[in-house]
């Protein structure tokens, strides 16, 4: 699958904001526990 350097850039972004929602979504019980 080619992908112009636009669609990278853009596929990145998605990927950082998924991979920080579920780093926050395994954070948040952590921090309601203490």
């Not at 853009?10 to 998924?18: E, G, H, Q």
């Not at 991979?19 to 952590?30: A, T």
């Amino acid at each position: 699958m080619r992908l112009t350097k636009r669609q990278r850039k853009f596929f990145t972004v998605i990927v950082a904001i998924a991979s920080l929602s579920l780093l926050l979504g395994s954070l948040l019980p952590l921090f309601y526990a203490f």
